[in-house]
């Protein structure tokens, strides 16, 4: 069974600061990943797809990479502000339909 | 386009009760999905959808029932409400379910189970 973890469960940094969120995973036969941004009380934001022969997938601030042999991807935030905050969840994608999530990891940026 | 609209936004049921959560796109996606989303556990699936007329179980279905009809609805139905399915569902869809395909989700339904 595919187990997807977050680490941090919850991040605070100054304005400016870039970020950095850690997903990991058990199972290496993944066909993607997919990053999510959610706002409290809302839904999901996809926020960045990356297919399991990419590295890396790029756009606008955010920048997430794929290393599928160690089981872990990377998204990286740079030059925080303060509209940042939000939870932010990774999703493996096996290959079937079910994602399976991680619990997220609570972005603060402080102004 | 609307998206995945989902309805109701919040509900308080009984022990016991029965409800229907509403789910629908106007994207005309083959692939829809329901998760529960539970503090400190991220989302898990419980049923999804590969077209109209064709329904799986995903990690946790049971006291949960889906059909659908038709490509742009997909309800779930909560058969005996019991306490422990308080929880925030989504719904979600993408065009064919098909491995690379982005996930579009719901702004969820926020039920309490008294």
């Known amino acids: 069974k595919q187990e997807v973890t977050q680490i941090p469960a919850a991040l605070s940094v100054p304005e400016g600061e870039n970020l950095v969120l850690n997903c990991s995973f058990t199972?290496?036969?993944?066909?993607?990943l997919q990053w999510f941004r959610q706002d409290p009380g809302k839904g999901l934001t996809s926020l960045l797809l990356?297919?399991?022969?990419?590295r890396e997938q790029t756009s606008g601030r955010l920048n997430a990479s794929l290393d599928k042999s160690s089981g872990r991807s990377t998204l990286y935030i740079a030059a925080s502000q303060p509209g940042d905050s939000a939870t932010y969840l990774c999703?493996?994608?096996?290959?079937?339909?079910?994602?399976?999530f991680g619990a997220g990891t609570t972005v603060t940026v402080r102004a | 386009n609307a998206g995945v609209t989902q309805t109701p936004k919040f509900q308080v049921l009984k022990t016991g009760q029965s409800m229907t959560l509403q789910c629908a796109q106007d994207m005309n996606h083959e692939y829809m999905s329901w998760y529960r989303q539970d503090p400190g556990m991220g989302l898990r699936l419980i049923h999804y959808?590969?077209?109209?007329?064709?329904?799986d179980q995903g990690e946790v279905p049971n006291g949960y029932n889906v059909s659908r009809s038709t490509t742009e609805d997909f309800p779930l139905r909560l058969l005996s409400a019991a306490p422990s399915q308080t929880s925030v569902y989504f719904c979600?869809?993408?065009?064919?379910?098909?491995?690379?395909?982005?996930?579009?989700f719901g702004p969820g339904t926020r039920l309490t189970v008294t």
């Open positions: 999703a493996v994608r096996p290959n079937d339909y079910k994602l399976s």
């Open positions: 199972d290496s036969a993944i066909y993607n």
């Open positions: 990356i297919q399991s022969s990419q």
């Open positions: 959808s590969v077209g109209a007329g064709i329904t």
């Open positions: 979600a869809s993408s065009y064919s379910g098909q491995v690379g395909e982005e996930q579009y």
